[in-house]
């Protein structure tokens, strides 16, 4: 994440230099996403077949070379097949990276497990743009984020142990669905997983981050004149909040509370902070909207993984990776809408609150549903 940050304030303005138009910068933005739709529950199932450790060392040497290319491409296709390629290979990573967790944890660990991994993640994508935006040009970026994947690489070659036993990995191979390709991963899903409403809640959380990711830097240039340096405070400033809450309290609050229960706070306060930025009137009150907005999504994606690893028939892999996926489609739409939104002179942080109300109000009964089946069944 920290590679991946890096490159954020500077993949528009490098596309830009080598001539590219808006649109063709805002499909490299979205092929990267759509890769990691298609490619994030076969990577999973892979590594419920053949082991973390093979699809998480491949995953980080493909992102290596990937980013590397990018930052070597001259014209616009180059960077196209690169910025896919990034998506193909960083689609193996976080999947069994938290199936890997999952393999390694209790059911009272899981929470927590999680919740480190939320804020190893939050860290590096905090500090990442704070680096890559110090950075003289706009290759050199590239270059460092490929030589961090290629050095994360090593060190999971030498210090990473492989979480899934040996018979756990022949056990994936003898089941019915030893392979299941992408149309029916979501066939599968829509119609008859017992899970879809966690899907789902993957898919409205990311579908609201994003759209407000789309917008917010044109929306505090409009109304403040701020930039990529306050820009960069805000979310400084979220981090300090956030990270501490994923790493030393979420496991906790999952075991005392349960995952619906976070999940539906999570849920509360995102929508809360999306409704309340068009009525911030300076820097501290966005940074507080955009803080509050942080903490909902951070108390989400944690417990959702958790749910889903401790309840998964499927395999860790396939359902981690089932759950990217949506949070992928959700990164795809949420720009469109909130960038369409934003172009008629709306703010769409209301439309997005609105969206996220009646998602979790749909939502409401499904997840208490699975909550009383897995007690039920225990």
């Keep these: 994440m920290l590679g991946f940050g890096i490159i954020i304030p500077n993949l528009a303005y490098y596309a830009k230099d080598i ?55 001259k014209d616009y296709e180059w960077l196209f097949i690169a910025r896919s390629a990034a998506g193909i290979a960083s689609a193996a990573v976080l999947p069994s990276v938290m199936a890997s967790i999952a393999d390694v944890t209790t059911s009272e660990e899981r929470g927590r497990g999680m919740g480190l991994m939320g804020a190893a993640m939050g860290l590096g994508f905090i500090l990442g743009p704070a680096i890559g935006g110090v950075m003289g040009r706009h290759d050199t970026p590239f ?46 899903t829509t119609l008859k997983s017992p899970f879809n409403s966690l899907f789902l809640v993957a898919f409205f959380t990311a579908f609201s981050i994003a759209g407000l990711e789309a917008t917010f830097p044109l929306f505090i240039e409009a109304g403040w004149d701020y930039r990529q340096r306050e820009m960069g405070w805000m979310f400084m400033v979220m981090g300090a909040v956030v990270v501490p809450i994923q790493g030393a309290l979420l496991g906790r609050l999952i075991n005392r509370f349960g995952e619906r229960r976070i999940i539906l706070v999570g849920l509360f306060f ?51 990776g089932i759950m990217d996926a949506f949070l992928s489609l959700g990164r795809i739409l949420g720009p469109i809408l909130g960038g369409w939104l934003y172009e008629k002179g709306t703010y769409p942080y209301v439309v997005l609150a609105g969206i996220l109300v009646i998602a979790t109000l749909c939502l409401y009964i499904p997840l208490r549903k699975i909550e009383t089946e897995v007690v039920s069944t225990s």
């Design 19 to 73: 001539g590219a138009t808006p649109t063709q910068i805002a499909i490299l933005l979205s092929i990267y996403s759509g890769m990691q739709l298609i490619f994030a529950p076969i990577w999973g199932r892979l590594s419920d077949r053949y082991g973390r450790k093979p699809a998480i060392l491949l995953g980080l040497l493909g992102n290596a070379v990937a980013l590397i290319w990018f930052g070597l491409a």
């Design 270 to 320: 995102n929508a809360l902070g999306l409704a309340l930025l068009p009525k911030a009137f300076s820097f501290v009150t966005i940074t507080v909207c955009l803080t509050i907005t942080g903490i909902g999504n951070q108390l989400i994606r944690p417990s959702n993984s958790s749910w889903i690893s401790k309840e998964t028939q499927i395999g860790q892999g396939t359902a981690i």
């Design 143 to 188: 270059f460092v984020a490929g030589g961090l994947s290629l050095l994360t690489c090593l060190f999971a070659l030498v210090l990473l142990p492989e979480s899934l036993q040996k018979a756990d990995i022949g056990k994936q191979n003898e089941e019915q669905h030893a392979w299941i390709s992408p149309r029916q991963i979501f066939r599968w």
